[in-house]
């Protein structure tokens, strides 16, 4: 499919009304798709009452790729997806291309919510869990855990947000308490969940470095993307009385997961992350030595993109 027969894509989705009974609240649609192209990851939640949604491409004339899911919910009291991953009946995940995006509400006008949210996550043999947490804005009274057979992570000690938090169970459970005196109007909580292989190889992420004249660009096929549990390297050397202008002019891959990151060839620990385009200078070395840089590209067993481009 070339860039012209993507942009004429279009999908339609339609609950069938006969299944509906007089007994049920009226359903909801929630959709939540995601958008890649060369520049920018794009995320919109839509949830509606109209029971038939169409989704096409909004990114004309550039390359792209979605991945997302509707779910038709008439149990929206609850919190969004609880109906299909509640405690009686988790939602059972089939492989790490699957990706749930949760939060706290199903209300956009005042973000109320009358219980707490309580949901529950299976996995097949040779997985474990992760989950990112994006938005966290509770009382101190509300109390976030996620728990399985052995670990618990909860805020009490200090969650982070876009952090990547993995759970080698099987297993997985998420309560949100609700604080009851909390009357603030804001989303308190959105996450995403999805699956990652306890046991892969690295793979080479088959990434370039072309030099011309005084120029060298490193990067890789934005238009394939990069693959799960990849990386790749570029030494960069600084020759004395020299100074290096960089230019990280595209940086779209997992906020808070996949990464960039330098260090001087001998102290790995001292490294420095790149999560958004920036530009800088590498000073030359005081003493007129050559200074000597590893730059790596890693991402995780989960969640793709378009990657990087940098000179």
């Known amino acids: 499919m070339d860039v012209n027969d993507f942009n004429k894509c279009k999908l339609t989705f339609i ?12 359903p909801l649609a929630y959709i939540v798709f995601t958008e ?14 109209n029971l038939e949604f169409s989704m096409s491409p909004s990114f004309q004339n550039e390359s792209s790729a979605q991945h997302g899911f509707i779910v038709f919910d008439d149990f929206h ?16 995940f089939e492989d790490d291309t699957q990706i749930l995006y949760l ?8 973000f109320y919510r009358s219980s707490e949210c309580n949901w529950r996550f299976t996995a097949p043999a040779k997985y474990g869990f992760k989950i990112v947490v994006e938005t966290f804005n509770v009382s101190d009274l509300t109390w976030l855990t996620v728990i399985n057979r052995t670990d618990v992570i909860t805020n009490e000690i200090g969650l982070q947000t876009y952090h990547p938090y993995y759970n080698p169970d099987q297993w997985m459970q998420i309560t949100l308490t609700k604080d009851h005196s ?12 999805t699956l990652v292989k306890k046991e892969f190889p690295n793979i080479d992420a088959k990434c370039s470095n072309v030099t011309t004249g005084y120029k060298t660009l490193w990067t890789m096929d934005q238009q394939m993307g990069y693959g799960k549990n990849v ?28 990464y960039i990151r330098y260090y001087p060839e001998n102290l790995p620990r001292n490294y420095t992350t790149i999560s958004s385009p920036t530009e800088f200078i590498v000073e030359p070395d005081e003493n007129g030595k050559e200074k000597r840089f590893i730059w790596e590209f890693v991402s995780d067993g989960s969640i793709q993109s378009s990657g ?3 000179t």
Not at 77 to 92: A, E, G, Y
Not at 235 to 253: G, N, Q, R, S, Y
Request: proline share 4%.
């Open 15 to 26: 609950l069938n009304k006969t299944r509906i009974t007089t007994t049920q609240a009226p």
């Open 36 to 49: 890649i192209t060369l520049s920018q990851n794009r995320r919109k939640i839509i949830i509606s009452d």
């Open 77 to 92: 009291k609850s919190c969004p997806l609880q109906s299909i991953s509640s405690l009686n009946q988790p939602f059972h």
């Open 103 to 110: 939060q706290s509400t199903y209300d956009k006008i005042d």
């Open 182 to 193: 909390d009357s603030i109007k804001r989303l308190e909580f959105q996450a995403y969940v």
């Open 231 to 258: 990386n790749c390297s570029y030494l960069l050397i600084v020759k004395p009385d020299t100074e290096i202008f960089v230019d990280v002019d595209k940086v779209v891959f997992e906020k808070g997961v996949d």
């Open 308 to 310: 990087f481009e940098e």
